[in-house]
């Protein structure tokens, strides 16, 4: 069976310091991964996206960026961390080629706290 | 946990009974939809879906309601259970892809026992 690990769970970190978050699937290969950041009252936001190795895609302008080393580890990284980066950032995959028609598999989101 | 759903509505039942969690989607020419269910301090996970060639499809104890004409989704628990209780959210998905999902805000569940 798939699973997905995402760690840490949660982070507390100065502003201007560095991030690195780390999300692996098992059980599957070559999923589209996903980072997204759910802040409170609100609904998902998607911030990048990956069809394959060293395959990013970006939705929204920001202190973040992601990659891809592996086939089934992707990374959310940022060289100096912003006050407004603090939030719930949950890491996600579905299966490739299924189309749209396909559920997305969460983990378990790590907590960011930038002071 | 974390803290996503401070200001979300909340919808209050006794064990037992019924709920109704109620979703207003977007774009019209979403044809694919999921809900999904976000206990505290975890992900979310999937409930349901429901393509829009369907008005209705039914799980254990869950059923998806869809009025295209509206807009409309909603999420019918049957004999709801403490462990019910969560942040239920929809997702809609336009023809441009999983990549193009649109998240709701989400319900919060709470079940009395």
């Known amino acids: 069976s798939q699973t997905i690990h995402q760690w840490p769970a949660t982070l507390v970190q100065p502003v201007g310091s560095p991030l690195s978050l780390e999300c692996t699937v098992e059980g599957t290969s070559n999923p589209n991964l996903y980072w997204y950041r759910q802040a409170a009252g609100r609904g998902l936001q998607l911030l990048f996206y990956s069809v394959g190795i060293g395959q990013i895609s970006s939705e929204v302008p920001q202190n973040l960026s992601a990659s891809r080393p592996q086939d089934r580890q992707f990374i959310l990284s940022s060289k100096k961390l912003l006050l407004s980066d603090s939030g719930f950032y949950l890491c996600?995959?579905?299966?490739?080629?299924?189309?749209?028609?396909?559920?997305?598999?969460f983990g378990q989101g790590t907590r960011l706290t930038v002071v | 946990g974390e803290s996503v759903g401070l200001h979300l509505p909340t919808l209050s039942v006794q064990e037992g009974d019924n709920s109704i969690i109620n979703c207003a989607y977007s774009?019209?020419?979403?044809?694919?939809f999921i809900w999904y269910k976000q206990e505290s301090g975890k992900g979310p996970q999937f409930i349901i879906d429901?393509?829009?060639?369907?008005d209705k499809r039914q799980g254990q104890r869950v059923t998806v309601l869809l009025n295209k004409t509206v807009k409309h989704l909603s999420l019918q628990i049957a004999a709801t259970q403490p462990g019910d209780s969560a942040v239920y959210f929809c997702a809609e998905i336009p023809p441009g892809g999983g990549f193009k999902t649109i998240f709701g805000a989400g319900t919060r569940l709470f079940v009395k026992a």
């Open positions: 774009n019209s020419a979403s044809d694919y």
């Open positions: 429901i393509r829009s060639n369907m």
């Open positions: 996600a995959w579905s299966v490739p080629g299924a189309g749209r028609f396909a559920e997305a598999f």
